[in-house]
């Protein structure tokens, strides 16, 4: 299994970005799929989370700003991010659960100054 985040970078606050993640070694439509971050010194958290019938759940200090959706044909993850603020600041990680494991992308850091 190969997780792949990309489209981070550095920002100003309100501006907006949007991640791609690149799955493959899994039926990808079948998998519930998620989107965490972990920010400097802090524990890793959910972002945003799409079941295999595109379901979604977000934590609440994304709600209303980010949307995540999926692209079954192209096998891919995304995550909209708009109005992103300085607390946004993190790196961003792809996860499925996999044959009971986690699995994680490599992450994509996200900078947001004010």
């Known amino acids: 299994v190969q997780l792949q985040a990309s489209g981070g970078g550095s920002v100003q606050a309100g501006e907006s970005l949007r991640l791609s993640c690149a799955v493959s070694g899994i039926n990808f439509r079948l998998y519930d799929m998620g989107w965490y971050r972990r920010a400097p010194g802090k524990e890793r958290e959910l972002v945003a989370e799409?079941?295999?019938?595109?379901?979604?759940n977000y934590a609440e200090y994304v709600k209303g700003r980010f949307t995540i959706s999926r692209d079954n044909v192209r096998r891919s993850l995304l995550l909209q991010m708009n109005g992103l603020q300085p607390e946004d600041t993190a790196v961003y990680y792809c996860?499925?659960?996999?044959?009971?494991?986690?699995?994680w992308g490599r992450g994509t850091l996200v900078t947001v100054s004010s």
């Open positions: 996860h499925v659960l996999f044959q009971r494991n986690d699995r």
């Open positions: 799409i079941t295999r019938d595109h379901t979604t």
